[in-house]
């Protein structure tokens, strides 16, 4: 019998699922959108649900916990100081969940995803869906807007 047994098990082993989900929310905090198929996203959600649980406590346990769920690359030693601040910047996923994800759902108490279906894909019909943040996550924001701002002043 399966009761309690809620797990999705994709057609993979637990450490393929993992990875898989590790590497999926990874993709997500990163590009703040990301198109899977509608079963992955599913059980990413979960996923994402808890580590932006985790990074709305801000503190050291949390982010441990964080890097030990997501596998995250850590090490930067082989890195000049350019490439360092640019991996900081665009690559490190503790970074950008820790300050930019979780201060944005501070006042948020669950439902940070959403799903959004899409069409069946065509080589399996599959059904594909977009996993992405409920609100909009603001790092380039401003500096998009600020062109359409100076647009409609010289009007």
Same mark, same amino acid.
């Given at each position: &019998?399966?009761?309690?047994?809620?797990?999705?098990?994709?057609?993979?082993?637990?450490? +393929? *699922?993992? @990875? &898989?989900?590790?590497?999926?929310?990874?993709?997500?905090?990163?590009?703040? *959108?990301?198109?899977?198929?509608? @079963?992955?996203?599913?059980?990413?959600?979960?996923?994402?649900?808890?580590?932006?649980?985790?990074?709305?406590?801000?503190?050291? +346990?949390?982010? *441990?916990?964080? /890097?030990?769920?997501? +596998?995250?690359?850590?090490?930067?030693?082989? &890195?000049?100081?350019?490439?360092?601040?640019? !991996?900081?910047?665009?690559?490190?996923?503790?970074?950008?969940?820790?300050?930019?994800?979780? =201060?944005?759902?501070?006042? *948020?108490?669950?439902?940070?995803?959403? %799903?959004?279906?899409?069409?069946?894909?065509?080589?399996?019909? /599959?059904?594909?869906? %977009? %996993? $992405? !943040?409920?609100?909009?996550?603001?790092?380039?924001? =401003? /500096? $998009?807007?600020? =062109?359409?701002?100076? /647009?409609?002043?010289?009007?």
């Amino acid at each position: &019998m399966r009761h309690l047994k809620r797990t999705a098990k994709l057609g993979r082993t637990s450490e +393929h *699922r993992n @990875a &898989m989900l590790s590497n999926l929310v990874c993709s997500l905090i990163k590009h703040k *959108r990301v198109t899977t198929t509608l @079963a992955k996203a599913k059980a990413a959600r979960s996923v994402a649900e808890k580590i932006v649980s985790l990074g709305k406590k801000n503190t050291l +346990h949390a982010r *441990r916990l964080v /890097a030990a769920r997501l +596998h995250t690359r850590n090490s930067t030693e082989a &890195m000049t100081k350019v490439e360092r601040l640019k !991996w900081r910047t665009e690559e490190d996923v503790l970074r950008i969940l820790f300050e930019d994800i979780a =201060p944005a759902f501070k006042g *948020r108490a669950g439902g940070y995803t959403r %799903i959004v279906k899409l069409e069946q894909r065509n080589g399996d019909s /599959a059904q594909k869906a %977009i %996993i $992405e !943040w409920v609100d909009e996550v603001v790092t380039t924001a =401003p /500096a $998009e807007a600020a =062109p359409e701002a100076k /647009a409609d002043e010289k009007k």
